[in-house]
């Protein structure tokens, strides 16, 4: 498996995201013209799990082919003004609280969004 980044910068191959965020705090992923494109990558584009005030913002996101931006045990996270183009699920917010998705637009094979309740652990 090729290996994707975590929050810290750190390669990861253990978790299933292109880019992982996992128990942090007041992340920001923000990109007027930007666009985080996973190219295929085996998994989640975004995974964030058990972090807290997290912003994504103002991205495009693609390429991959699991739910593309998952929000798993959360708690007030920002989606807005996102577009996300995926192979499976656009958005998942699982077991989160306060979760706000916004101005965003998702074109998905499957559900665009998709509230989840903990399926795992």
Known sequence: RDKALNANGKPSVKHGGFINIIGAKHIRLRGAK?????NGWNGHAIWVNQSEHISIEYLVVRGSFSWNTHICRCRDVNVTGCKIFSGADGLDPEASSDVLIDSGFVHSSDDAI???ALTRG
Not at 34 to 38: C, F, Q, V
Request: net charge neutral; proline share 0%; charged share 25%.
């Open 34 to 38: 930007g666009t985080i494109d996973a």
């Open 114 to 116: 998709a509230v989840k």
